[in-house]
């Protein structure tokens, strides 16, 4: 983008997101609530107020009988780097672009504001214990008074109102590699209907609900520390999971396991103005996390600024109820994908732009769960009945789940006809907020129009036409060629990228295709086009073009996402990517990158797990991500 150009589209965005406007005077300095923040990892509301009867969660219960409890709260992706991303700064991952990817650093302009730059300006010691992962730039050193395993609340000095952040581990994926005894046995459990019923999923879920009784207690020990100091009365008290549950299908996917959390929200009666409802009230309309900075900011006395797509959800700009809760997947580790969801609580539309690609293709990190292992040993045994191996299969464009009928959303509605309003009701509504957000998930990881700013111009990111060319490239339609054929020369290369996409959808039947795609693999401009080209070449029936264009990408020096899209295609190539093995082993036995370095190792075992897959040594309880030391994490200090 020219100079000029760029600062124009900079200054009018600043304005937009200029600060909100200042809090209206309160009766005195130290008259506005402590706010405190009780998050635990990766649940669903397995919790007794939610209606679990197999949970074992008394002080959460007590929690919602005070206060108040949100039936159907989602975070905005289903994992915790892109769900605190937007819980931070208010705004989408994927607005941001590449904050919507697992284990990115994107660039946070200093026009967005995070929640405790916001509440420090409004006179608030802001603590944070102790996880950060925002998946961008923003350093916790400079945005809070502390962020750190020693991060207190009581640390704020005298007549200082705080917000306080306290981050439990306990729940956390990791601690789901080890068995928890307890309460739950392995029997009393409920199977959901997509996994197979074996020792190894029972143990796990019992496991879970061990875990998160143990979490539960937790939270009991932070509220009775309020109590004990004398701060309970003049203290908001939120409970939320940072992204919904861990077990199989669950965590990482853009399925309800993935995205449902709990939310309760309990106000004291000296703030009982601010409350959103009475006690034990129960709120059924939709929520998301996008709408926990407006919350904040609408406690402290201001309106959110014009840039936050969410809503206050209590306190004296309370906005009104929403229909529907966003959320969406794109790579998630070593492994990529991009699937957009909207939810009303009852009913769930799901969009997959890359259907092709199986949801079962594993991830190292989170095949360390046995219950993973085991699900994928019975797919390799052919043991599993349609339902359950619908995970290792290629999806459709879209589906559609009435989640009252069908708790576990296994049986896709899209086609009957009794659900057509309502789906095309859906569809409408989730195309609006693409456009809205500015969704940047069009754009290959890597690429020069990544970012807030950068997206912006739409001669760099044409969304509505990219929009266009992403649902037709899914629908994988036939009568599409033409279409994509005279995209392959458009002069912007996300466009090109996404024309090859189409034609790779079509397999042997965008033959024509094939000559523009082998020039463009050969020698475009851009790497992520030519990784597109190539891969749509591999689809076309010439796979020893496709696989050695892709091999040489993953031997190049090229930046870690561009590698890895490489080793992704080839993954999905399969066995005719055989001759990418020499390449693929001398990838997986790269030394990791330096501790610290804020750069996972995702090429190495994104390779690793394709060459064992191809030299036939591959098993599901393999360790390819390395060994993970079996650390049990102490929950926050009092």
Not at 134 to 149: F, L, M, Q, R, V
Not at 369 to 395: C, G, I, T
Not at 531 to 541: E, N, S, T, Y
Request: hydrophobic fraction near 40%.
């Amino acid at each position: 983008m020219e100079l000029s150009r760029r600062k124009a589209l900079m200054a009018a965005t600043s304005a937009l997101v200029a600060g909100a406007v200042k809090a209206s005077p309160s009766a005195g300095a130290t008259a506005k609530p402590n706010i405190l923040w009780l998050v635990s990892e990766d649940n669903n509301p397995y919790i007794g107020a939610y209606g679990d009867k197999l949970a074992h969660t008394p002080n959460l219960d007590a929690l919602a009988k005070k206060g108040v409890l949100y039936r159907n709260a989602f975070s905005n992706g289903p994992v915790c780097a892109i769900s605190r991303f937007g819980i931070l700064t208010g705004v989408y991952a994927e607005s941001c672009s590449p904050a919507q990817h697992m284990r990115a650093n994107a660039h946070l302009p200093k026009e967005l504001k995070t929640y405790p730059q916001y509440l420090r300006e409004a006179g608030y010691y802001c603590a944070n214990n102790w996880k950060e992962d925002w998946n961008c730039d923003a350093a916790g050193k400079e945005i809070w008074d502390d962020s750190s395993h020693t991060a207190q609340w009581y640390h704020r000095p005298p007549g200082k109102p705080f917000m306080a952040v306290y981050n439990d581990f306990t729940t956390h994926e990791s601690q789901l590699f080890y068995d928890t005894l307890g309460r739950v046995k392995p029997v009393d459990v409920r199977v959901p209907d997509f996994l197979p019923d074996t020792p190894a999923v029972r143990q796990d879920i019992a496991s879970y609900y061990n875990r998160i009784e143990i979490m539960d207690k937790n939270c009991g020990d932070r509220l009775a520390q309020l109590e004990k100091e004398g701060v309970a009365d003049d203290t908001i008290v939120f409970y939320y999971s940072d992204n919904g549950g861990v077990l199989p299908r669950s965590k990482h996917f853009a399925f309800d396991e993935g995205l449902r959390t709990a939310l309760i929200i309990y106000v004291p009666p000296k703030w009982q103005h601010l409350a959103p409802a009475p006690a034990g009230s129960e709120v059924t309309t939709p929520v998301s996390f996008i709408d926990l900075v407006p919350t904040l900011l609408s406690l402290i006395g201001q309106p959110k600024p014009p840039h936050m797509p969410g809503r206050a959800l209590l306190g004296p700009f309370k906005g009104t109820p929403e229909e529907l809760a966003f959320g969406s997947r794109d790579r998630m580790d070593e492994r990529y994908d991009f699937v957009r969801t909207a939810c009303d609580g009852r009913y769930r539309y799901i969009r997959n732009y890359n259907p092709d690609r199986p949801a079962g293709i594993p991830e190292a990190f989170a095949w360390m769960l046995k219950s993973y292992q085991s699900w994928e040993s019975e797919h390799l045994a052919a043991q599993l009945n349609p339902v359950q191996d619908r995970f290792f299969q290629a999806r459709p464009y879209e589906e559609f789940y009435d989640l009252h009928e069908d708790r576990d959303g296994t049986r896709n509605l899209i086609d009957d006809p009794k659900h057509q309003r309502r789906i095309a009701t859906m569809r409408r509504a989730l195309n609006r907020h693409m456009l809205a957000i500015n969704d940047n998930g069009f754009i290959p990881e890597g690429a020069a129009a990544e970012g807030y700013f950068p997206s912006r111009d739409r001669k760099a990111y044409p969304l509505e036409k990219l929009m266009v060319l992403g649902e037709r490239a899914a629908q994988r339609k036939a009568s599409n060629l033409a279409f994509f054929r005279s995209n392959l020369t458009d002069e912007n290369p996300i466009v090109r990228y996404w024309a090859a996409n189409g034609i790779r959808g079509l397999g042997k039947a965008g033959a024509s295709g094939r000559p523009v795609l082998e020039a463009m693999a050969a020698s475009d401009t851009s790497v992520h086009t030519r990784i597109a080209a190539a891969h749509a070449l591999a689809a076309l029936g010439a796979e020893q073009s496709g696989v050695a264009v892709l091999t040489a990408i993953l031997q190049s020096a090229e930046a870690m996402p561009i590698r890895l899209q490489a080793v992704d295609a080839l993954t999905l190539i399969g066995e005719p990517s055989r001759a990418a093995l020499p390449a693929l082993m001398q990838a997986a036995s790269a030394p990791p990158p330096p501790k610290g370095s804020g750069i996972d190792d995702y090429v190495a075992i994104a390779s690793r797990h394709l060459a064992a897959r191809l030299d036939g040594t591959y098993r599901p309880d393999m360790q390819v991500y390395g060994p993970w030391p079996m650390i049990k994490f102490p929950p926050p200090p009092l």
